[in-house]
């Protein structure tokens, strides 16, 4: 039972760039979510989904998008990536009391 | 949302029980607490959550205070592994879908 898993774990991008993170569940959870942690800051909402084909603004959305196409895939895109989108990105899904996380991926932009 | 206050870092003896404080003066009615630890570098992991009453599993108790405003997370028997950063979160849990925000944790030192 793999749980939640991302991709790519580590990236480094040039600004500007575009990317897309996947998230992957495989416990049939209805809800999504995508997190960014920064040094010494807890984790905030980027985005997140009620179920497949529903997708919902967090804390701070500013300069992504994301997609919920199949209710097992959570993508996260950076159109044009900046240096303040440098981070570690969680993924989480949900059904129930307990969230379960991804391992996180590390993205610098230069 | 309720917001939550936590030590910033605490230590603890290995073998020792650490008991790890969260207040939540502004809790409602229908919010649970729930607490999350994340180990260095990876996804928070969920340890507990509570309504009004104690709870216990495998992993750790949680103490709730009879008016809901605070809460006490414990770890029986410390372990170098339990080293990490524990969240206190207030939400709801509505139908499954949970909004939950992260502060900035206690970071618990588990020394030998």
């Known amino acids: 039972n793999a749980g939640v898993t991302q991709t790519p774990k580590f990236r480094v991008l040039k600004t500007g760039q575009s990317m897309t993170l996947l998230c992957a569940q495989d416990?049939?959870?209805?809800?999504m979510y995508w997190y960014r942690q920064d040094p010494g800051m807890g984790l905030r909402l980027i985005h997140y989904?009620?179920?497949?084909?529903?997708?919902a603004k967090g804390e701070v959305p500013d300069g992504y998008n994301v997609s919920r196409l199949k209710k097992q895939n959570f993508l996260l895109g950076l159109e044009s990536a900046a240096p303040s989108q440098t981070s570690v990105y969680f993924c989480?899904?949900?059904?129930?009391?307990?969230?379960?996380f991804g391992s996180g991926t590390r993205l610098t932009v230069v | 949302d309720a917001k939550t206050t936590q030590p910033t870092s605490m230590d603890c003896a290995e073998g020792r029980a650490a008991n790890l404080p969260c207040n939540h003066s502004?809790?409602?009615?229908?919010?649970?607490v729930y607490w999350y630890r994340q180990i260095h570098s990876q996804g928070p992991q969920y340890i507990i959550h509570?309504?009004?009453n104690n709870e216990t599993n495998e992993m750790a108790s949680l103490i709730i205070t009879e008016d809901r405003k605070s809460s006490t997370l414990i770890l029986p028997h410390a372990t170098l592994r339990d080293t990490a950063v524990y969240y206190c979160?207030?939400?709801?849990?509505?139908?499954?879908?949970?909004?939950?925000?992260f502060g900035t944790g206690t970071r618990l030192l588990v020394s030998p």
């Open positions: 989480a899904s949900s059904q129930g009391y307990g969230y379960t």
């Open positions: 416990m049939n959870h209805e809800y």
């Open positions: 989904s009620v179920g497949e084909g529903t997708t």
């Open positions: 502004t809790i409602s009615g229908n919010e649970y």
């Open positions: 509570g309504l009004k």
């Open positions: 979160i207030v939400g709801l849990m509505n139908t499954g879908f949970q909004k939950l925000v």
